[in-house]
Nanobody, 122 residues
């Protein structure tokens, strides 16, 4: 059974930094893209950053220049380094694995982590 296990999160002051990690566990053959989404209270879930299997990142405009997404394919792990945090970055951050296969015969599936709360105080 595949699971995404997140770590990091918590409370940080504005201007500070924080690192999130997410490891995919279980039977994994390949993952197309891994990334992070976030959902603030009263808002829809939105993409923060993702990285494909080739290491090419994609960022939301609101985090460009401040956040860095990276991936360790051998460890099925994705990281999100968040710098210069702002109060508007406060949200529950969810890890996502897109196009995951447990074997070469498997169909492509999407998985989500349980979410980790990031709170940025002003």
């Amino acid at each position: 059974q595949v699971q995404l296990v997140e770590s990091g999160g918590g409370l940080v002051q504005a201007g500070g930094s924080m690192r999130l990690s997410c490891v995919a566990t279980g039977s994994i053959y390949s993952i197309n893209a891994m990334g992070w989404y976030r959902q603030a209270p009263g808002k829809q879930r939105e993409l923060v950053a993702s990285v494909n299997s080739g290491g090419v990142p994609n960022y939301a405009d609101s985090v460009k220049g401040r956040f860095t997404v990276s991936r360790d394919n051998a460890k099925n792990t994705v990281y999100l380094q968040m710098n210069s945090l702002k109060p508007e970055d406060t949200a529950v951050y969810y890890c996502n694995a897109d196009g995951l296969r447990s074997s070469w015969l498997d169909r492509y599936r999407d998985f989500w982590g349980q979410g980790t709360l990031v709170t940025v105080s002003s």
